[in-house]
Every structure is written in structure tokens, then in C-alpha cells.
């Protein structure tokens, strides 16, 4: 079964720091682009991050930029997220996901998510 | 690229047939993605490329259009379709969503 496992999410402090990682199963991550999506309670997706299959290529939001970095381990097929200086708008549910492509492109499938709070 | 979303709520029975508009803010060809979401759960795929169902998807979805202006249909709503709907432009980067459309039961 084709599975993503989000975890690291938490209560931190603006100004703090915290890691997402992103387990994956399945199928062979390292022929993968893979990317972060979040969403704030009660709102909409917003795109966060993303990484190509060998970690060469990497984009950001503008939101986020400067702040958080993406990463991933292929022999660990595990996919990171690391966030400093976070802010009070940070605080969202965060979802990895895989990037397919067959005639288009998609995100399939996405993990359970993970929430992060930062709040003093 | 800014996706826009009509309408962003809507209220329909069992049997009706819905039909969600993207309008997207440049041409992004076929580059277009929707998913349904249910409340605390994660996204899930249901087109692509526009008009392709995605497998497992149940044929009463349906998705048209190419360019600016793009379309989802459910032929027949289901109980389980009563879900907030989002499409998805990844024709540049970023893969900007659409500000999404929720489902409810009237």
C-alpha cells in the first residue's frame, strides 16, 4: 500500500523551531518529486515547499522563505521539513504528498497531516 | 497563478447534480487537479490533466475544460460526497489552490 506518515508536529513558541518528517511506503520514494502542503484551521490549502527526486531542485513559498527548509533522505525514503523563526501564521496542519505525472500532474496521496501550533 | 472558485458554498440533496466552476487567472492548458476533502481528513486525488478520472474515483465525478475555465460534476450526489472541493493549477510553480467549495446537505 502507497502510505505517507507525517510526524513532528507540536506546540511551539513563536520565534521556536520544529521538524517534520514524512515517512513514506510503498513505492520507490527516490523516483519521486515530493512537496508540503498546510492548512490553518478552518481555511484552505495552501502550498508550502517542494523537492525533486534527488534533492537538487528545491522551491519555496514566498511565505516561508528564508525560514523553512525542505529535505529528504532516500535511503530512509523519509521526506523533512524544517521550520525556524516560526510565527503565529505558521500554525496550520501540514501534509506531505507525493507529485505524479501521467498526461498531467497531482498530488497523490497525501498524508494524515500533522499540526503545528505556535502560540506562547 | 490565482485560482478562482464558484461558488464557495453550496447546498444540494441527495440525487441532485452539482457543478463547481475554477477559473484560473492565465491559460494553464490541461494542468488542472481537484480534489475533495472531508473535515480532518487529508485530500484526496479525484481528477487530473482536467478530465482524467483518477482510479477508484466513482464515474459520477466528472471534470472538463482546458485554459482558463474549468468544470467538476457529480452526476447523482451521494451522502459521502458532502465535502469541500479544491482544484489545484500545476502548470508553474507555485501550485497554486483554489479557495475551495463546500458541499452541505439542504
Known amino acids: 500500500e502507497v502510505q505517507l506518515v507525517e510526524s513532528g508536529g507540536g506546540l511551539v513558541q513563536p520565534g521556536g523551531s520544529l521538524r517534520l518528517s514524512c515517512a513514506a511506503s510503498?513505492?520507490?520514494?527516490?523516483?519521486?518529486?515530493m512537496h508540503w502542503v498546510r492548512q490553518a484551521p478552518g481555511k484552505g490549502l495552501v502550498w508550502v515547499s517542494r523537492?525533486?527526486?534527488?534533492?537538487?531542485?528545491?522551491s519555496y513559498a514566498d511565505s516561508v522563505k528564508g525560514r523553512f527548509t525542505i529535505s529528504r533522505d532516500n535511503a530512509k525514503n523519509t521526506l523533512y521539513l524544517q521550520m525556524n523563526s516560526l510565527r503565529a501564521e505558521d500554525t496550520a496542519v501540514y501534509f506531505c504528498a507525493r507529485e505524479g505525472y501521467s498526461s498531467g500532474y497531482w498530488f497523490d496521496p497525501w498524508g494524515q497531516g500533522t499540526l503545528v501550533t505556535v502560540s506562547s | 497563478i490565482q485560482l478562482t472558485q464558484s461558488p464557495s458554498f453550496l447546498s444540494a440533496s441527495v440525487g441532485d447534480r452539482v457543478t463547481v466552476t475554477c477559473r484560473a487567472s492565465q491559460a494553464i492548458s490541461s494542468y488542472l487537479a481537484w480534489y475533495q476533502q472531508i473535515p480532518g481528513k487529508a485530500p484526496n486525488l479525484l481528477i487530473y490533466a482536467a478530465s482524467t478520472l483518477q482510479s477508484g474515483v466513482p464515474s459520477r465525478f466528472s471534470g472538463s475544460g482546458s485554459g482558463t475555465d474549468f468544470t467538476l460534476t457529480i452526476s447523482g450526489l451521494q451522502p459521502e460526497d458532502f465535502a469541500t472541493y479544491y482544484c489545484q493549477q500545476l502548470s508553474s510553480v507555485p501550485p497554486t489552490f483554489g479557495g475551495g467549495t463546500k458541499v452541505e446537505i439542504k
Open positions: 523537492i525533486n527526486n534527488d534533492g537538487s531542485s528545491i
Open positions: 510503498g513505492f520507490t520514494f527516490r523516483s519521486y518529486w
